[in-house]
């Protein structure tokens, strides 16, 4: 069974920081990717950043602010956010895909942690 345990959210100033860590724990696949997906109230989920084998993804509110890596060994990954705005309030998720591309994807979710930007 695979989990996801989500953690590093939290309240922060406008222009703070904080790092979110997600850490994945079961049988884990080579063929994945994890990413980060954030939840508004009252809004829609959407994609904060995706890391591939090959390369990044991210939306393009938080390009140039957030960046993300993953410690394959640990199969964990992080969301370094920067420059915190109030517009970044939101619940963040940790997403991982397994088999991505084939008929065999499974896709888990973190529980989900609180980020709120405000003075």
């Known amino acids: 069974q695979v989990q996801l345990v989500e953690s590093g959210g939290g309240l922060v100033q406008p222009g703070g920081s904080l790092r979110l860590s997600c850490a994945a724990s079961?049988?884990?696949?080579?063929?994945?990717?994890m990413g980060w997906y954030r939840q508004a109230p009252g809004k829609q989920r959407e994609l904060v950043a995706t890391?591939?084998?090959?390369?990044?993804n991210y939306a393009d509110s938080v390009k140039g602010r957030f960046t993300i890596s993953r410690d394959n060994a640990k199969n964990t990954v992080y969301l370094q956010m920067n420059s915190l705005k109030p517009e970044d309030t939101a619940v963040y998720y940790c997403?991982?895909?397994?088999?991505?591309?084939?008929?065999?994807?499974?896709?888990?979710w973190g529980q989900g942690t609180q980020v709120t930007v405000s003075s």
């Open positions: 890391m591939y084998s090959d390369g990044t």
């Open positions: 997403n991982l895909v397994l088999r991505p591309y084939t008929n065999m994807r499974r896709d888990y």
């Open positions: 079961g049988s884990i696949p080579s063929s994945n990717y």
